[in-house]
Antibody, heavy 121, light 106 residues
Framework: QVQLQESGPGLVRPSETLSLTCTVS????????WTWIRQPPGKGLEWIGY???????NYNPSLESRVTISVDTSKNQFSLRLRSVTAADTAVYYC???????????????WGQGTTVIVSS | EIVLTQSPATLSLSPGERATLSCRAS??????LAWYQQKPGQAPRLLIY???NRATGIPARFSGSGSGTDFTLTISSLEPEDFAVYYC????????FGGGTKVEIK
């Protein structure tokens, strides 16, 4: 059974860079899309960006200037870097995966448990 | 950007009642729509993919329908564990989530 685990600092200072890693266990990173999603306290879900196992990426236009997502297939991990953070970036950050192809989208079927990141001095 | 609008924001129902949740897209997403359930302190759980297909292990009381811009999630008879927040999400153009519908106990 595939499991995802987010890791990284729970506290980041304003203007610094938030860095998180998602480790995939119980299965391969190959063949899937991998994404970061966040949820500010008491609010809904916001897509940050995604990466295909081959390395191609796509980012939420509202965050694109500050986001980088990368993948390390040898370690079965993918990572998020969010630069120049402010209090508005305080949220629970989730990693998740999905599979898609021509004429089908299977949805995000595996999620990490989420990690809380607080931006504060 | 495709905007997903969910309605109502809150649905107050009793166990055993039928729940009907709506998700409307600003542009056609074809059938590339999924539904998720989220309970407090938990990650979202996939319920429905490709608008109408139940994910593995999801009870038959959950069903999805629609295509293009109008979609519906129906819970035929609410169980106590179904009271939660539900999100729709599209994959036709990038990714977006709807704002969510909270199903609460009346």
């Amino acid at each position: 059974q595939v499991q995802l685990q987010e890791s990284g600092p729970g506290l980041v200072r304003p203007s610094e860079t938030l860095s998180l890693t998602c480790t995939v266990s119980g299965g391969s990173i190959r063949g899937y899309y991998w994404t970061w999603i966040r949820q500010p306290p008491g609010k809904g879900l916001e897509w940050i960006g995604y990466i295909y196992y081959s390395g191609s990426t796509n980012y939420n236009p509202s965050l694109e200037s500050r986001v980088t997502i990368s993948v390390d297939t040898s370690k079965n991990q993918f990572s998020l870097r969010l630069r120049s953070v402010t209090a508005a970036d305080t949220a629970v950050y989730y990693c998740a995966r999905w599979e898609e192809g021509v004429n089908y989208y299977y949805g995000m079927d595996v999620w990490g448990q989420g990690t809380t990141v607080i931006v504060s001095s | 950007e495709i905007v997903l609008t969910q309605s109502p924001a809150t649905l107050s129902l009793s166990p055993g009642e039928r729940a009907t949740l709506s998700c409307r897209a600003s542009h056609s997403v074809s059938g590339y729509l999924a539904w998720y359930q989220q309970k407090p302190g938990q990650a979202p759980r996939l319920l429905i993919y490709d608008a109408s297909n139940r994910a593995t292990g999801i009870p038959a009381r959950f069903s999805g329908s629609g295509s293009g811009t109008d979609f519906t999630l129906t819970i035929s008879s609410l169980e106590p564990e179904d009271f939660a927040v539900y999100y729709c999400q599209q994959r036709s153009s990038w990714l977006t989530f709807g704002g969510g519908t909270k199903v609460e106990i009346k």
